[in-house]
């Protein structure tokens, strides 16, 4: 920890970066997100195994894009979301410095998104045995169980959209969900509506989402929402061939292209 501050102490100094983003202590044992400017604020940053907020999801907020250089704390989840957002072009390459956290907590430091990558080789993305479980559990009952299932586990979401504010690709400016004309996802919480608002989003997710679980951390009510990204990234495994978030390859299910013909993208 001693050896992140003073990287953070020294960015600051160089005027290598303007900005961090790290974690702090907050109230009752907990931490939260510390955005620091000044030098001597550096020791207040920690990181520990309370540290999983995905500090990737501000990368994209115009508060934070109006600095011209920014340093990130990165453990290994926000690397992945760092190559996947620089994938979708949403990070200038000048911009950011990567303070990775290795899983055994040591500080690494990455030139470019492509050395982070590379860095990933070693920390493949995989479902874990417990949620392979639990995903093989689901797909065993027949038709009407899994619907049951889903709809019961979506049952509880009082759309307080907590879960998206966490995710760091979920950052377009103008969500589905908050649309009236028409509107495509009723706003009370109900059956129905709760489970078109989470298969829209785990569809827009399908081929991006990194796994890093920020959303579901993020619920208040504990819904483990995040099952059925986890359930889309298995599917997309068996049909297509396992994948990686990369640079280079961009997303599985869908391009990006600045000249795309259609208007919305502009
Ligand atoms: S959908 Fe959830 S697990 Fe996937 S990237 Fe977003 S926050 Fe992370
Ligand atoms: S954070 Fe939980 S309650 Fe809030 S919208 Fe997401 S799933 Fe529903």
């Not at 020791?43 to 195994?49: E, Q």
């Not at 509880?156 to 009236?180: E, H, M, S």
């Amino acid at each position: 920890m001693n050896e992140l501050r003073l990287k953070a102490r020294e960015l600051l100094e160089s005027g290598k970066a303007e900005l961090i983003i790290g974690y702090e202590e907050g109230s009752s044992q907990k931490v939260h997100a510390s955005f620091i400017t000044a030098v001597e604020d550096t020791d207040k940053l920690v990181f520990d195994s309370r540290c999983v907020q995905n500090l990737a999801v501000y990368l994209t907020k115009p508060e934070i894009r109006k600095y011209e250089s920014i340093a990130v704390t990165a453990p290994v989840p926000v690397l992945r979301s760092i190559v996947q957002l620089t994938a979708e072009n949403q990070i200038r390459k000048d911009f950011l410095v990567v303070l990775g956290i290795s899983p055994d907590a040591q500080l690494i430091s990455f030139e470019t998104p492509e050395d982070i990558e590379h860095y990933l080789e070693q920390h493949k993305l995989k479902t874990e045995q417990r949620d392979l479980e639990i995903l093989q559990r689901i797909s065993s009952m027949d038709k009407n169980q899994r619907w049951d299932f889903w709809v019961k586990t979506m049952e509880p979401c009082f759309k307080c959209y907590a879960c998206r504010a966490a995710c760091p690709l979920c950052y377009c400016t103008q969500c589905t969900v908050d649309g009236n004309r028409p509107q495509w996802i009723p706003v009370p919480s109900h059956q129905l509506g709760n489970l078109e608002w989470h298969i829209m989003r785990a569809l827009h997710m399908s081929g991006r989402c990194t796994d890093c679980e920020a959303c579901a951390n993020a619920c208040p009510i504990g819904i483990p929402l995040n099952l059925l990204t986890k359930k889309i990234r298995e599917e997309l495994v068996e049909n297509f061939g396992e994948f990686q978030p990369s640079v280079g390859s961009g997303n599985m299910m869908s391009t990006f292209r600045p000249d795309d013909k259609e208007n919305f993208i502009k």
